[in-house]
């Protein structure tokens, strides 16, 4: 059975910094491609990041470059998001993803997480 619970959300002052985190298992992590997207109330869930199995390849949102960073960690099976110079405009709920291709993972990943709500306070 597969799960992806992210962790680490909640709330900071703009111009602040956090950094999520996505469990993984019930897949061979090492060997999927990681994203995250968000989604704040009113609109439609958005790619944010992501990294290729091995972690050589990254792609980011053109909006986020710059700000964000996902990384992962193949011997814990964790995928984290490190947000820093965060905008009130960042604030949504976040979800982890995950797919067996670096492109699909962009569009419509196979499995997702339940999210984390990241707030952030002008």
């Known amino acids: 059975q597969v799960q992806l619970v992210e962790s680490g959300g909640g709330l900071v002052q703009a111009g602040g910094s956090l950094r999520l985190s996505c469990a993984a298992s019930?897949?061979?992590?090492?060997?999927?491609?990681m994203g995250w997207f968000r989604q704040a109330p009113g609109k439609e869930r958005e790619f944010v990041a992501a990294?290729?199995?091995?972690?050589?390849?990254?792609y980011y949102a053109d909006s986020l470059k710059g700000r964000f960073t996902i990384s992962r960690d193949n011997a814990k099976n964790l995928v984290y998001l490190q947000m820093n110079s965060l905008k009130p405009e960042d604030a949504a709920v976040y979800y982890c993803?995950?797919?067996?291709?670096?492109?699909?993972?962009?569009?419509?990943?196979?499995?997702w997480g339940q999210g984390t709500q990241v707030t952030v306070s002008s």
């Open positions: 019930g897949f061979t992590f090492s060997s999927y491609a």
């Open positions: 993803a995950a797919d067996g291709s670096e492109t699909t993972i962009r569009r419509m990943p196979r499995y």
């Open positions: 990294i290729r199995w091995n972690g050589r390849w990254t």
